[in-house]
């Protein structure tokens, strides 16, 4: 069997490719890449691009997907190092903020403006904000937190995401994702505090 036909040698291309468009897409952004452009900057095949989804629209939501796939085991990693209530909090969101730091304005303007990478970006950020509801849950039942609503912070915690995700926070503040996702650590952890 020839390399290029193991399966394990398949999934690492595939990986290895998903890796370079997402380096690709966070640093140009991709509304102005056409799947010619994609190619020639790879140096692959329009073809080998067909295998990674059927068309330039397909591409764009696979590797935003893939993009959010990695941060989240990323921010995971981070959340599994810390310790205590507040810190996991300010762990779960600063390193959410990190890996949103990669992403170039272009980048995000894209994803705002394309409806199938936007609702990826909605749906992890619905899935993060859940995250953050379990952890401050969690911080309460241990006494590390105020006893707070839980729900209502989550909420309030998500609406604020979803307002960075629309780039609603960098028109009006002129903070990057990043720093604002910081920003909503910082003073969410001093409104719980025991």
């Known amino acids: 069997m020839k390399t290029s036909e193991r399966p394990e040698f398949a999934t690492q291309r595939r990986n290895e ?3 370079s468009l997402i380096e690709m897409f966070l640093m140009d952004g991709f509304s102005h890449l056409t799947l010619d452009d ?20 397909g591409l ?9 796939r990695k941060a989240t085991e990323d921010v995971e990693a981070e959340l599994a190092k810390a310790t205590g209530s507040l810190e996991r909090i ?3 969101l600063n390193a959410v903020g990190r890996a949103l730091s990669e ?5 995000m303007t894209d994803m705002s ?12 950020t619905q899935f993060a904000a859940a995250r953050v509801q379990d952890l401050i849950r ?5 006494g590390d937190l105020r006893k707070v609503n839980a729900a209502f912070a ?15 926070v960098r028109a009006r503040t002129g903070l990057a994702d990043a720093k604002a996702y910081q920003e909503l650590a910082a003073i969410l952890t001093a409104g719980i505090s025991a």
Not at 138 to 142: L, N, P, Q, S
Not at 154 to 168: F, H, K, N, P, Y
């Open 17 to 19: 490719l998903f890796d």
């Open 38 to 57: 994609v190619a020639a900057r790879l140096k692959c095949s329009k073809s080998t691009l067909y295998t990674l989804a059927g068309s330039k629209d």
């Open 60 to 68: 764009v939501k696979e590797v935003t997907k893939h993009f959010f």
């Open 90 to 92: 300010t762990a779960y």
């Open 103 to 107: 992403a170039s304005e272009q980048f």
């Open 113 to 124: 403006n394309f409806a199938p990478a936007r609702g990826v970006y909605e749906m992890n």
């Open 138 to 142: 969690e911080g309460v039942a241990k």
């Open 154 to 168: 989550a909420d309030m915690t998500s609406a604020t995401m979803v307002r960075i995700q629309l780039g609603e």
